[in-house]
């Protein structure tokens, strides 16, 4: 067999030919289902005449296809691996092809598939194909009619896009549902679900006064764990309307929760399809944390109605113009809702922790790549997350305003329309009268880019002038770099007055919060009439997706830390304090000398827990030490031992010489101590779980009696999933196992009938930092609950275990990584989309000692040398290369 091909950007051509309208039958089985598909077809303008028809298919049993209602000799049409060409074509006609699929036998989850017994779909990015012979790329848009079979009691409820225009009763107990979407739409944007279903019904009425009938469908036992997700859906409705004036396009809008789904939720156009763990929510089976990403995802979907449905992809290239721009729009409208200073810190942590090591890895690829061998493997962070923060720099440099008015002009000239991240950035040109030629190489260029800034103060001439310098490293595929148009925000805090002092820049009075642009390779500012000596607070709100050096001394960091007006930027300040302390005790770890815990990240955080507040949020947030995974990413050489080392000794410091302080938080922030309020995911309640919770993981960390009495308290208090779990995981990762096995048994008995729950008990243990992590997970791999054939289980399980307990997976004996090996080996036949995001772990062997990049390579290596689907394929080729 041939290695996989590589699509490229530059190869781009567009159809041969055009549906306009695609009419589908499915007469469902388990083991046979039948596919009848007429396209209507018409050769593209820039086709040519005598081109033969070529249509995407895999894994297709043909039975039967006619052109204009004539059927095919076999000599007129060619059957390949990969499609069916018809040879010769009028310039206007219609194809009809039966086929015939096995969805009980699909366990890649692409395509139709069955989950639970329940038939439902994934046809992004190129699922379509698996159910039938058609031009399955997102620039062919055509309206759908979907006529759905099935057994009257196997499958009561039979769901498609768009509205039901017509229904009925067929012979032998079977049914039929036949759906109409008006709107064009690609193939991947198809969505079909068959099952014994219940569903929870609401209505939205639309600005224009629309009265909109909203369905979430879900298993029986379910029907009490969507209130959250209905209610997030009306305020997304609501919010995007007031943001962007969309308003909803159908009558009709549905989500359904699904068991095994490889992604969260996909967008299908009016039949959103969920991952059961992005919709359901219940005080107690999902946490705090839960409810919020359900809002999210919730609002992302929806969003999609418009940036992704209404205005669609050219071509899988340009993926981020509907997942960066949605990803945006769901940060923001969650930051409405929520902490906006809090949403930005989360956002911003987990960007600068998994994009960064993206970015630094050998599969790092531009916001839009120029080539790719499987489009699954590129739905990334980098496509996702950093696309959305560089839309977040173009709404910033061309003003809110003049970023609505693109918006608008992007959804209105482009309505029903396959387009390009130039077209989106055209519009913001053209909205705001912007030259941003430049800023376009945000989306060619990969790597994290890189400002080393200096700053002088002139007393003499109240001057302060700031030195900016702008490098992006090399990446795969890419030597050199260009510099790029970074927008920088900062203040300039007066070293007496602690408040930010007025800006004034090339004789322009900018106020206290400005925005510079670094455009060169080098650039000078000099600020006039600064009254006294500062200390610059750059990037605030992280302005840009870049790393920042500055020589802050800890201090200024400390200085910052108390001061500082922007909330972002006095979080960073805690975190780079706690990074200097941190950094010499790594190298105190690695050199064997004793280690000494540096009083002033002690004293930053005596202030913080004295100083009264009304974001607990942020103080919460203040409080969390700088994690693992971001720990390595600033180290040259990931010494996996000494960060975890370091970590537990700063943490155990702190919590030595601050207990009663975190004794006191823990207790103000006792909501059942406050009168014993219900619970409900408020900003206001959530603030104050997080601060307690918080204070209880230092209490923890050393093991005080207090403390430990305290998480039993709470866990068996059974108040909520929020408090109960991170009790449960605060007992499981301490060395008290006869606290915590009597609490993991009790869990787990409790709550073995809901495999959502059942996921968190999984994840509790493999983080566990003992040196038993890894037996329970071999263990944990026979529980009755787990199964390889479900995502969800095998995120929660095994990714958990690579991806989260770094210390156990890195072992020096190469356990965790022949576990991991052997899991993508066995995945990769099952369904290869799970096993090649499984294997991120091992991809990054090249920043660890020699020893374990040794092992890792010979697991990758041992992987390679499997017959390995495109998705692994491409991922292993890189990693290796």
Same mark, same amino acid.
Request: aromatic share 10%; charged share 25%.
């Given at each position: 067999m041939s290695d996989p091909q590589a699509t490229h950007l530059s190869d781009y051509r567009p159809p041969a030919y055009r549906v306009t309208r695609t009419e589908l039958t499915f007469d469902l089985d388990p083991a046979a289902t039948r596919v009848k598909t007429r396209l209507h077809l018409e050769r593209h303008p820039e086709g040519e005449a005598g081109d033969p028809l070529q249509l995407h298919g895999e894994g297709l049993a043909l039975k039967a296809i006619a052109l204009d209602g004539e059927p095919l000799d076999a000599d007129e049409y060619a059957l390949s691996e990969n499609g069916l060409t018809v040879h010769r074509v009028p310039e206007r006609f219609h194809l009809d092809t039966e086929v015939e699929i096995a969805p009980e036998a699909n366990t890649a989850l692409e395509g139709l598939y069955q989950s639970s017994g329940m038939y439902c779909t994934q046809c992004e990015a190129e699922g379509f194909r698996r159910i039938t012979f058609y031009p399955d790329r997102p620039d062919v848009m055509a309206t759908?009619?979907?006529?759905?079979?099935?057994?009257?009691?196997?499958?009561?409820?039979?769901?498609? %896009?768009?509205?039901?225009?017509?229904?009925?009763?067929?012979?032998?107990?079977?049914?039929?549902?036949?759906?109409?979407?008006?709107?064009?739409?690609?193939?991947?944007?198809?969505?079909?679900?068959?099952?014994?279903?219940?569903?929870?019904?609401?209505?939205?009425?639309t600005l224009s006064g629309r009265e909109v009938t909203l369905q979430i469908w879900v298993e029986e036992e379910n029907l009490g764990k969507t209130d959250h997700a209905m209610a997030s859906l009306k305020r997304a409705m609501a919010w995007d309307e007031e943001a962007y004036g969309r308003e909803y396009d159908l009558d009709l809008f549905m989500i359904v929760a699904v068991n095994d789904f490889n992604m969260g939720a996909m967008e299908n156009?009016?039949?959103?399809?969920?991952?059961?763990?992005?919709?359901?929510?219940?005080?107690?089976?999902?946490?705090?944390?839960?409810?919020?990403?359900?809002?999210?995802?919730?609002?992302?979907?929806?969003?999609?109605?418009w940036s992704g449905n209404r205005v669609t992809c050219r071509d899988w290239f340009q993926l981020s113009l509907k997942e960066?721009?949605?990803?945006?729009?769901?940060?923001?409208?969650?930051?409405?809702? %929520?902490?906006?200073?809090?949403?930005?810190?989360?956002?911003?942590?987990?960007?600068?922790?998994?994009?960064?090591?993206?970015?630094?890895?050998?599969?790092?690829?531009?916001?839009?790549?120029?080539?790719?061998?499987?489009?699954? %493997?590129?739905?990334?962070?980098?496509?996702?997350?950093?696309?959305?923060?560089?839309?977040?720099?173009?709404?910033?440099?061309?003003?809110?305003?003049?970023?609505?008015?693109?918006?608008?002009?992007y959804f209105e000239r482009f309505d029903g329309q396959a387009v390009t991240i130039e077209d989106f950035v055209a519009c913001m040109a053209e909205a705001s009268g912007l030259d941003l030629t430049q800023f376009m190489r945000w989306y060619d260029q990969a790597g994290t880019p890189e400002i080393d800034a200096f700053g002088e103060y002139d007393y003499a001439r109240g001057e302060y002038r700031l030195r900016l310098a702008q490098r992006t490293p090399a990446t795969p595929g890419q030597p050199d770099k260009l510099p790029l148009h970074?927008?920088?925000?900062?203040?300039?805090?007066?070293?007496?007055?602690?408040?930010?002092?007025?800006?004034?820049?090339?004789g322009e009075t900018l106020g206290t919060d400005a925005v510079i642009h670094l455009r060169e390779a080098e650039q000078e500012f000099l600020f006039t009439d600064v009254?006294?000596?500062?200390?610059?607070?750059?990037?605030?709100?992280?302005?840009?997706?870049?790393?920042?050096?500055?020589?802050?001394?800890?201090?200024?960091?400390?200085?910052?830390?108390?001061?500082?007006?922007?909330g972002f930027n006095r979080w960073d300040a805690g975190q780079r304090l706690a990074l200097l302390a941190l950094d010499d005790l790594i190298a105190a770890h690695r050199n064997g000398v004793e280690k000494v815990m540096d009083t002033r990240v002690v004293d930053a955080f005596r202030s913080l827990l004295a100083a009264e507040t009304d974001d607990k949020a942020v103080l919460a947030e203040m409080l969390t030490l700088p994690s693992e995974a971001y720990i390595a990413e600033q180290q040259p050489l990931v010494d996996v031992d000494a960060i975890h080392a370091a970590r537990t000794f700063v943490k155990q410091g702190l919590a030595m010489a601050l207990r009663d302080d975190f004794l006191r938080v823990y207790r103000e922030n006792h909501l059942e101590h406050s009168g014993g309020e219900p619970y409900a995911p408020t900003p206001e309640q959530i603030a104050r779980r997080s601060l307690k919770n918080v204070a209880l993981s230092y209490l923890m960390a050393i093991e005080d009696e207090e403390g430990i009495e305290l998480a039993r308290e709470q866990f068996a208090a059974d108040h909520n999933m929020t408090d109960v779990r991170h009790a449960l995981t605060l007992l499981t990762h301490s060395s008290r196992d006869e606290f915590s096995e009597p609490a993991l048994r009790a869990f787990g008995e409790k709550w073995a009938h809901d495999p959502l729950v059942m996921?968190?008990?999984?994840?509790?243990?493999?983080?566990?930092?003992?040196?038993?992590?890894?037996?329970?997970?071999?263990?944990?791999?026979?529980?009755?609950?787990?199964?390889?054939?479900?995502?969800?289980?095998?995120?929660?399980?095994?990714?958990?275990?690579?991806?989260?307990n770094r210390v156990n997976f890195h072992r020096l004996d190469g356990a965790g990584y022949?576990?991991?090996?052997?899991?993508?080996?066995?995945?990769?036949?099952?369904?290869?989309?799970?096993?090649?995001?499984?294997?991120?772990?091992?991809?990054?062997?090249?920043?660890?000692?020699?020893?374990?990049?040794?092992?890792?390579?010979?697991?990758?290596?041992?992987?390679?040398?499997?017959?390995l689907s495109p998705n692994v394929y491409e991922v292993v080729e890189k990693a290796l290369a």
């Open positions: 759908f009619s979907t006529t759905v079979i099935g057994d009257a009691g196997r499958e009561p409820v039979l769901l498609s %896009n768009g509205n039901p225009v017509e229904r009925g009763e067929l012979p032998n107990g079977r049914h039929f549902v036949t759906w109409e979407d008006p709107h064009p739409k690609p193939s991947y944007l198809f969505a079909l679900v068959a099952g014994d279903l219940k569903k929870v019904e609401d209505t939205f009425t156009k009016g039949l959103n399809i969920f991952n059961s763990a992005a919709v359901l929510t219940h005080p107690h089976t999902a946490t705090d944390a839960a409810f919020q990403r359900v809002e999210s995802i919730v609002a992302h979907e929806y969003f999609h109605n960066g721009f949605t990803v945006f729009r769901d940060q923001c409208f969650s930051a409405d809702t %929520n902490s906006a200073p809090v949403k930005r810190i989360e956002d911003v942590s987990f960007f600068r922790t998994a994009q960064f090591a993206e970015d630094a890895g050998p599969t790092a690829h531009p916001v839009r790549p120029d080539h790719y061998i499987e489009i699954g %493997n590129f739905y990334t962070l980098t496509i996702y997350e950093k696309g959305a923060e560089v839309v977040r720099m173009l709404a910033n440099l061309v003003g809110e305003a003049a970023f609505r008015c693109g918006s608008d002009l970074i927008p920088v925000r900062l203040g300039l805090v007066g070293t007496k007055s602690g408040r930010d002092l007025p800006l004034t820049l090339d009254a006294e000596a500062p200390v610059p607070s750059l990037l605030r709100g992280f302005s840009a997706p870049v790393k920042l050096r500055f020589p802050y001394g800890r201090e200024d960091l400390a200085f910052l830390l108390a001061n500082d007006s922007d996921d968190q008990w999984f994840a509790i243990q493999v983080t566990r930092p003992q040196p038993d992590a890894l037996d329970r997970v071999k263990f944990l791999m026979e529980h009755p609950a787990f199964s390889l054939k479900n995502p969800n289980r095998v995120r929660a399980l095994i990714g958990t275990f690579a991806g989260q022949r576990l991991l090996a052997d899991m993508v080996i066995e995945l990769n036949r099952l369904n290869p989309e799970i096993a090649a995001r499984l294997i991120t772990p091992l991809t990054r062997w090249a920043r660890f000692d020699e020893t374990r990049q040794a092992l890792m390579k010979a697991e990758l290596e041992r992987i390679r040398a499997e017959k």
